[in-house]
């Protein structure tokens, strides 16, 4: 019997408790031994809650116990989750985490940590909730050098843009919405400002390059200035609008970006919808390759936490990761990278001609004093340059 101790009982930690409890046949053949919650730490009392006899408020106490040979990580945030999995590793305790801000900043750390014991330290569950889309990266697809990943990488701005799309409503009126469904936090800026979506794929990108990314270096941007009208000229283009979190490979070196993006019917991530994620990875062996689904949410991600415990159960001694060196990758200038922009401008269509040259108009009717246009494919840099020519821009989309 292998015997862990879970870091929290929040949502993620009950929800690892509970794949464990349902699911704890198919589990245990697949893991070889049963696997117990002995331990879980948290500073609440679940009188209500069968946990209760396991709740612990000490983590010395996990820390000291050397039956717990795992440790899964279901605190969030920085501090102490980095401390307690830290001193865990140290002590020869495998972990599983589904901590995208733990991971991101100190994961080529504690890889490395991992490593030195000959123990893992698993993160499946820090990048696209329940989709796998690490393991496939650290094994499936070794024999390609991966060129993209292109992802809708967080659940609730897709929720928001979707109703946008699809109801017409505005930004302020969806964000309520997605608040009073529990898909959006009362302080709801890591999601809508990237921030949350820029930690994923600094992840995605460190694992593909060997190397640090440093995810305060990617520039990120948000929906917060996304409005209903944009949404209107996004439809009279036939296209849709979606939070995208890109890496792609250049001859300058790894180029990664956050930021609303105008998708065509023919993109594959154009029909993904509602809470869904998607991840979209191009190798130059493997061609093109989609992974989707429930990106997040408690059961979710709590089974891709439970597929970490499995794996590490079965690997007792052997470390199966692949790790990241913390030598700290320097990304390409994304204002090199060349594409369409689609702009929004209270100038005259001789005014934007003559900063963009020829550009695609775009009416909209009942937009009086206003257009939009498409522009030919130039770099962000000249972009900003010509844009500098216009008296006011009113928004500035990116298009795929």
């Known amino acids: 019997m292998i015997k862990i101790a879970l870091l929290g009982y929040g949502t993620i930690g009950s929800g690892v408790a509970e794949v464990l409890r349902i699911n704890k046949d198919s589990i245990t053949k697949r893991a070889g031994e049963e696997i117990e919650i002995k331990y879980v730490l948290d500073l609440r009392?679940?009188?209500?809650?069968?946990?209760?006899?396991?709740?612990?408020?000490?983590?010395?106490?996990?820390a000291n116990d050397p039956e717990i040979a795992v440790v899964v990580e279901a605190m969030g945030g920085v501090e102490p989750a980095y401390t307690f999995v830290k001193?865990?590793?140290?002590?020869?305790?495998?972990?599983?985490?589904?901590?995208?801000?733990?991971?991101?900043?100190?994961?080529?750390?504690?890889?490395?940590?991992?490593?030195?014991?000959?123990?893992?330290?698993l993160f499946e569950a820090s990048v696209g909730?329940?989709?796998?889309?690490?393991?496939?990266?650290?094994?499936?697809?070794?024999?390609?050098?991966?060129?993209?990943?292109?992802?809708?990488?967080?659940?609730?701005?897709?929720y928001m843009l979707s109703k946008m799309t699809f109801e017409g409503l505005e930004y302020d009126d969806v964000l309520k919405e997605?608040?009073?469904?529990?898909?959006?936090?009362?302080n709801p800026a890591a999601d809508v400002e990237g921030q949350d979506a820029c930690r994923k794929i600094a992840i995605l990108t460190s694992l593909i390059c060997g190397q640090q990314v440093d995810f305060e270096e990617i520039h990120t941007e948000g929906i917060t200035r996304i409005s209903a009208t944009d949404i209107q000229y996004a439809k009279a283009m036939n296209r849709v609008i979606k939070l995208l979190a890109v890496s792609k490979k250049t001859k300058e070196g790894y180029s990664v970006l956050?930021?609303?993006m105008l998708l065509a019917p023919g993109h594959p991530l154009y029909s993904v919808n509602d809470v869904f994620n998607a991840i979209f990875v191009h190798g130059n062996v493997l061609g093109d390759a989609m992974f989707y689904g429930s990106g997040a949410g408690k059961l979710p991600t709590a089974s891709a936490v439970a597929a970490d415990i499995v794996d590490i159960v079965k690997n007792r001694d052997r470390n199966i990761m692949t790790a990241w060196s913390d030598q700290r990758l320097t990304l390409a200038d994304y204002k090199q990278s060349k594409r369409r922009f689609f702009v929004r401008t209270t100038d005259s269509r001789d005014q934007v001609q003559n900063a963009f040259g020829a550009v695609e108009l775009i009416q909209l009717p009942e937009r009086f004093g206003e257009v939009g246009v498409l522009?030919?494919?130039?770099?962000?840099?000249?972009?900003?340059?010509?844009?500098?020519?216009?008296?006011?821009?009113?928004?500035?989309?990116?298009?795929?």
């Open 375 to 400: 522009t030919g494919e130039m770099t962000e840099e000249e972009y900003e340059k010509r844009a500098a020519k216009l008296n006011e821009v009113l928004q500035m989309i990116r298009v795929v």
């Open 87 to 121: 001193q865990a590793l140290l002590a020869g305790k495998s972990v599983a985490t589904s901590n995208k801000a733990l991971v991101a900043k100190h994961g080529a750390e504690l890889l490395a940590i991992a490593k030195e014991k000959n123990i893992n330290f």
């Open 178 to 186: 997605a608040q009073a469904r529990g898909y959006a936090e009362a």
């Open 45 to 62: 009392d679940f009188e209500q809650d069968p946990i209760q006899p396991k709740i612990v408020h000490q983590y010395d106490i996990i």
């Open 258 to 260: 956050v930021c609303p």
């Open 129 to 158: 909730g329940g989709i796998p889309i690490i393991r496939p990266l650290n094994s499936s697809l070794t024999a390609d050098e991966v060129e993209e990943i292109t992802g809708i990488l967080n659940g609730t701005t897709n």
